[in-house]
C-alpha cells in the first residue's frame, strides 16, 4: 500500500512536472514566436526603408552616371584645349628663348657700347684736362717769356749801364786817383734794418763802405777829410736833405762833389776804413757808384746793383 502510495505520488509529481515543464516550454515559446513576429515586422519596415535607399541611390547613380559623362565629354573638350594650351606655351617659350638670346646679344652689345662712350667719356676727360695743363703751361710759358724778354730788356739796360757807369769809373780813376794814394779792397754791402745783406730796394736801409790804404807815403799821411759820395749810372747823386758840397784838387784841376758823409781821418801807413751812411729814401732799381774821395782826389771806388 505504501509502495503503490509512494509510487503514486512520484508518478504525479512526475506528471506535474511534465505539466509545469510542459506549460514553461510553451510560454517560452509563445514568447519567441512574439520576438520572432516583433523582429520580422521590425525587418519588413527595414527591407521597406532599404528598398527606398535602393531607389534612391539608383536615382543618385543614374544622375551621377549622366554628369559622368558630361564630364568626360567636356574633360574631351578640355584635354584638346590642354593640348593647344601646351603647344601655345611651348611656342612662346620658343619665342621667349629666342628673345631672351636676342635681348641677351643686344644687352652685351649695349654693354660694349656703353663701355665704348665710357672709354671716350675718359678720354675726352683726359683730353680737356691736358689741354687745360697745357693751357695753363701754355700761359706760364707766355708769363715766363713776358718776364724773361723784361728781363732781358732789363738786363740790357743794366748792362749799357754798367757799361756806362764802368767807362765813367775809368777815367775818374784815371783822372782823379793819385798813383801812390788809393784804396785797395774796395767793397760796397747795401744793408736791411737787420744788418743782413740785400739787394732788393724796398728792403735797403743802410749802405756801408770798407776799403784798405796801403802803403801810404808820409807826404799824404796825417788828419785829412774823406768823403763818401753815392751816385746812379747817370752820376747823379742819391738824395739826402742836408747834402755835403765840397771840392777835391787833382795835379791841379779842382772838382765839386756832392757827398753824403764826410769823416776826419788820421791816415796811417797802412789801415782798414769803414764809412756808413743811413738811406732816407728807397733806392730805384738799377747800377749805383760808391766814391771815396780825399781833397787829394779819388781814393776808389765800386759799383752795385738794386733790383
Known amino acids: 500500500m505504501k509502495t503503490n502510495t509512494i509510487l503514486f505520488i512520484l508518478l504525479a509529481i512526475a506528471m506535474l512536472a511534465m505539466g509545469f515543464c510542459g506549460w514553461q516550454h510553451d510560454q517560452k515559446r509563445q514568447s519567441t514566436i512574439a520576438d520572432l513576429s516583433a523582429k520580422n515586422t521590425s525587418l519588413?519596415?527595414?527591407?521597406?526603408?532599404?528598398?527606398?535607399?535602393?531607389?534612391k541611390l539608383q536615382g543618385d547613380l543614374d544622375a551621377l552616371q549622366a554628369k559622368y559623362s558630361s564630364l568626360a565629354a567636356e574633360n574631351e573638350a578640355l584635354q584638346g584645349s590642354v593640348t593647344d594650351a601646351q603647344k601655345e606655351i611651348k611656342r612662346r617659350k620658343s619665342a621667349i628663348y629666342r628673345l631672351t638670346q636676342a635681348s641677351d646679344a643686344k644687352d652685351g652689345e649695349m654693354a660694349s657700347l656703353r663701355?665704348?662712350?665710357?672709354?671716350?667719356?675718359?678720354?675726352?676727360?683726359?683730353?680737356?684736362?691736358?689741354?687745360?695743363?697745357l693751357q695753363a703751361e701754355n700761359a706760364a710759358l707766355k708769363e715766363e717769356n713776358a718776364k724773361l724778354t723784361a728781363d732781358l730788356?732789363?738786363?740790357?739796360?743794366?748792362?749799357?749801364?754798367?757799361?756806362?757807369?764802368?767807362?765813367?769809373?775809368?777815367?775818374?780813376?784815371?783822372?782823379?786817383?793819385?798813383?801812390?794814394?788809393?784804396?785797395?779792397?774796395?767793397?760796397?754791402?747795401?744793408?736791411?734794418?737787420?744788418?743782413k745783406?740785400?739787394?732788393?730796394?724796398?728792403?735797403?736801409?743802410?749802405?756801408n763802405v770798407s776799403?784798405?790804404?796801403?802803403?801810404?807815403?808820409?807826404?799824404?799821411?796825417?788828419?785829412?777829410?774823406?768823403?763818401?759820395?753815392?751816385?746812379?749810372?747817370?752820376?747823379?747823386?742819391?738824395?739826402?736833405?742836408?747834402?755835403?758840397?765840397?771840392?777835391?784838387?787833382?795835379?791841379g784841376q779842382e772838382q765839386s762833389i756832392i757827398a753824403v758823409s764826410e769823416q776826419n781821418?788820421?791816415?796811417?801807413?797802412?789801415?782798414?776804413?769803414?764809412?756808413?751812411?743811413?738811406l732816407e729814401e728807397k733806392l730805384k732799381p738799377g747800377y749805383?757808384?760808391?766814391?771815396?774821395?780825399?781833397?787829394?782826389?779819388?781814393?776808389?771806388?765800386?759799383?752795385?746793383?738794386?733790383?
Do not use: C, W
Open 44 to 55: 519588413g519596415n527595414e527591407l521597406t526603408d532599404v528598398n527606398g535607399l535602393k531607389a
Open 115 to 133: 663701355a665704348q662712350i665710357e672709354g671716350l667719356v675718359n678720354a675726352r676727360t683726359s683730353l680737356e684736362s691736358d689741354i687745360s695743363n
Open 153 to 195: 730788356a732789363t738786363t740790357r739796360e743794366e748792362k749799357a749801364a754798367l757799361t756806362r757807369l764802368k767807362e765813367v769809373m775809368e777815367k775818374d780813376i784815371s783822372d782823379l786817383t793819385l798813383k801812390n794814394f788809393k784804396a785797395n779792397g774796395f767793397t760796397t754791402d747795401v744793408l736791411r734794418k737787420d744788418g
Open 197 to 207: 745783406p740785400t739787394r732788393r730796394k724796398g728792403f735797403a736801409k743802410k749802405v
Open 211 to 251: 776799403f784798405d790804404l796801403v802803403d801810404v807815403p808820409e807826404e799824404y799821411q796825417g788828419v785829412r777829410k774823406i768823403y763818401m759820395v753815392i751816385t746812379d749810372d747817370q752820376g747823379v747823386p742819391i738824395k739826402k736833405s742836408t747834402p755835403i758840397s765840397a771840392k777835391i784838387s787833382v795835379n
Open 265 to 278: 781821418v788820421e791816415i796811417q801807413e797802412s789801415q782798414r776804413l769803414s764809412f756808413n751812411h743811413d
Open 288 to 307: 749805383y757808384r760808391s766814391s771815396i774821395y780825399t781833397d787829394l782826389g779819388l781814393l776808389g771806388s765800386a759799383s752795385f746793383l738794386m733790383r
